[in-house]
Nanobody, 125 residues
Framework: QVQLVESGGGLVQAGGSLRLSCAAS????????MGWFRQAPGKEREFVAG????????GYADSVKGRFTISRDNAKNMVYLQMNSLKPEDTAVYYC??????????????????WGQGTQVTVSS
């Protein structure tokens, strides 16, 4: 069982930065692939970034590639999403999720078993 709590969301101007954090409970956190997803009003939830258990296998949606960076600290049971050069279209509720115990992350939300409550990110133009 893994419990996830996101933090770090807020209101930022276009071009600004935010760092989202996800605190995980559970002794086996370090073995889980983790992902960040987001959902904007009226839209489906979409994959943003993923990271395997070791931290050296990462991937991003095309829309955020080069601007966002996912990382993890297994000693602290934390996952992070550094978001730079934010755009108004990045506005959404961002969710942290834990998937399979794997080196590989998934881009599919149904392959993630544990979800946080979400944190709101609003980017003004």
């Amino acid at each position: 069982q893994v419990q996830l709590v996101e933090s770090g969301g807020g209101l930022v101007q276009a071009g600004g930065s935010l760092r989202l954090s996800c605190a995980a409970s559970g002794r086996t956190f370090s073995s889980y692939a983790m992902g960040w997803f987001r959902q904007a009003p009226g839209k489906e939830r979409e994959f943003v970034a993923g990271i395997g258990w070791s931290g050296d296998n990462t991937g991003y949606a095309d829309s955020v590639k080069g601007r966002f960076t996912i990382s993890r600290d297994n000693a602290k049971n934390m996952v992070y999403l550094q978001m730079n050069s934010l755009k108004p279209e990045d506005t959404a509720v961002y969710y942290c999720a834990a998937g399979r115990r794997s080196y590989y992350y998934s881009t599919l939300d149904h392959e993630y078993n544990y979800w946080g409550q979400g944190t709101q990110v609003t980017v003004s133009s």
